[in-house]
């Protein structure tokens, strides 16, 4: 059963900045179609948290939303933790933090020594996160995913 895609705003625009946004998506163009709303609205610097059940979607989100800002051949950071891309000005950081163990300072992987100020990160798993990695960040929002396999998605928007 397919739903057309719906957006729930709490404004008559998105203003990711200020405002939760909940948006539903039943299929992957509906999918592409979130990703393309949340592109033309985020810029750097941001920390964006991702959560979800494996098989939810955060990965082909942030694909999504890579390839609206003209991003090829994004791919999944599982198994190295931590994938750069950059085009016209826009520096993107995309991690995954499923794999890493309780205990691990994760320095390597987001250096507090680094300049975020032109970057978007993308954070898969957070609640693995070293609590400390989230404050080299002023501007922060979290976006949860509900629903894995073929399930409608419920993405809910909320800046930090």
């Known amino acids: ?6 957006i729930v705003l709490f404004a008559t625009s998105i203003a990711l900045e200020r405002k939760a946004v909940q948006f ?5 163009a ?17 920390l964006v948290t991702l959560s ?25 950071p599982t198994f190295n ?23 691990d300072a994760a320095d390597d992987i987001l250096p507090p020594d680094e300049d975020y100020t032109d970057a978007v990160v993308f954070a898969e798993w957070p609640e693995k996160m070293p609590i400390g990695l989230s404050y080299l960040f002023s501007r922060k929002a979290e976006l949860k995913i509900s629903g894995s396999g073929d399930d409608v998605r419920e993405i809910d928007w909320r800046p930090a």
């Open 30 to 46: 509906e999918m592409k179609s979130v990703a393309q709303r949340l592109a033309a609205e985020i810029s750097p610097p941001l």
């Open 52 to 76: 979800g059940e494996l098989g939810a979607g955060k990965t082909t989100l942030v694909r999504e939303v890579l390839t609206a800002w003209g991003i090829a051949g994004a791919n999944s």
């Open 1 to 6: 059963m397919s739903f057309p895609l719906s």
């Open 24 to 28: 539903r998506a039943a299929n992957p």
């Open 81 to 103: 933790l931590r994938n750069d891309y950059s085009q016209a000005g826009i520096r993107v950081i995309h991690l995954d933090f499923y794999r890493l163990k309780p205990g």
